[in-house]
């Protein structure tokens, strides 16, 4: 296996969301496409579900939602580093007991963003992690509060040059998680407003979320521009749930916020 500074070489082998992983045993592995075998970093005899794994610029660390040891994938679980030459664990971040998800390194491997759920309290944190750049880390990680959403988020992605991190955001959600699924179950009081899923951007070191798509469109994807000046994204008008809505390709500019410049116009369904 290519190796770089004992770890592993490439960008983008990434797996974020609530997909879950379903081994037949504990095993988590990386597979590079020039590679002949694959290299397990961690097996056991029983069944272990991991949710998301994301693995940092320089390959020397991989972030893992892990559920606890004797539990199912269904259990509370913390984010796990772990270090990619050997699979040993450096950090195990656990800051509350919500449901974790959205890993994300910065683009410099110092820091990690991800997803705290609080189904009670109906919102979600965006949380960076400040990590140690010493193996093993020389230090605990230290764990900031960046923004809340009151409602759904989901995706967060680090800026190019790290200065801020966007996500997609449902406010005062009506509906459980499930955006392109048109029979997820209703809760709360239901109102006239549909739910549109929306891009939201904030910077690095916190402050207020600022919404820069418009409140009349269903924002599926996106990703951020080279130069981190905007987004392409695709979109329909409404909550996303009506298939006759077509969806489009946009461009969004953040000095330019709730413009969309259509790129592509598509006839399908965004569902």
Same mark, same amino acid.
């Given at each position: ?31 590079? %496409? ?8 961690? @097996? ?29 994938? /269904? ?5 796990? %580093? ?11 971040? /656990? ?33 960076? &992690? ?16 960046? @923004? ?33 699924? +048109? ?32 409140? /009349? ?18 979109? +329909? ?10 969806? &489009? ?21 965004? @569902?």
């Amino acid at each position: 296996m290519t190796k770089k500074r004992n770890g592993l070489m490439g960008k983008g082998f990434m797996a974020t969301g609530s997909t879950r992983l379903l081994f037949p045993r504990c095993l988590i592995s990386v597979v590079l %496409i020039t590679a002949p075998v694959a290299g397990a970093f961690c @097996a056991t005899n029983s069944t272990r579900e991991y949710k998301a794994l994301a693995l940092a610029p320089n390959g020397m660390r991989l972030a893992v939602l892990e559920p606890v040891a004797g539990t199912t994938g /269904d259990e509370h679980g913390p984010v796990v %580093i772990r270090n990619t030459d050997n699979g040993r664990i450096l950090e195990r971040i /656990d800051p509350c007991q919500c449901d974790y998800s959205g890993l994300a390194w910065s683009p410099d491997g110092t820091h990690l963003a991800f997803l705290a759920a609080d189904d009670k309290a109906k919102t979600v944190r965006l949380e960076v &992690a400040t990590l140690s750049a010493a193996t093993p880390h020389a230090s605990p990680a230290t764990i900031a509060t960046l @923004a809340t959403v009151s409602g759904l988020a989901s995706t967060p992605r680090w800026a190019p040059d790290g200065s801020q991190i966007a996500l997609l955001v449902t406010l005062d959600a009506k509906k459980k998680a499930g955006a392109l699924e +048109a029979a997820a179950p209703q809760v709360g009081e239901i109102g006239s407003a549909p739910d549109e899923q929306r891009l939201a951007v904030v910077s690095r070191s916190g402050g207020e979320l600022r919404l820069v798509s418009p409140a /009349d469109t269903y924002i599926y994807e996106y990703d951020w521009t080279p130069d981190g000046t905007g987004f392409v994204v695709t979109a +329909a008008k409404g909550n996303g749930d009506k298939k006759t809505n077509p969806c &489009a390709i946009h461009s969004l500019l953040v000095a330019q916020p709730c413009v969309l410049h259509a790129l592509c116009e598509s006839g399908r369904s965004g @569902a």
